[in-house]
């Protein structure tokens, strides 16, 4: 690509001069969270944990196949 494509110097100059005029301070409101029950909670908690426990196994999986695969490659 040339450099035509990437320029914006026209849309620039025709930028109205509301745009330089200083942005209004944004607020952020936060809600509190909503009371989860304590078994729902639980459950999130024992799911939670079970990922985490396949991540790691698939972590290992993952090694042992490109284990596999860079050993099959070097091999003749």
Do not use: C
């Not at 035509?4 to 620039?12: C, G, P």
């Not at 607020?27 to 908690?45: I, S, T």
């Amino acid at each position: 690509m040339n450099d035509v494509a990437y320029d914006i110097s026209y849309l620039l100059e025709n930028e109205p001069a509301t745009a330089t005029a200083a942005a209004p301070v944004l607020r952020v409101a936060k809600a509190a969270p909503a009371a989860v029950p304590l078994g729902v909670a639980a459950a999130q908690a024992a799911l939670a944990r079970e990922l985490l426990q396949f991540a790691e196994a698939h972590e290992e999986w993952i090694r042992q196949y490109l284990h596999t695969q860079s050993s099959a490659q070097s091999s003749p």
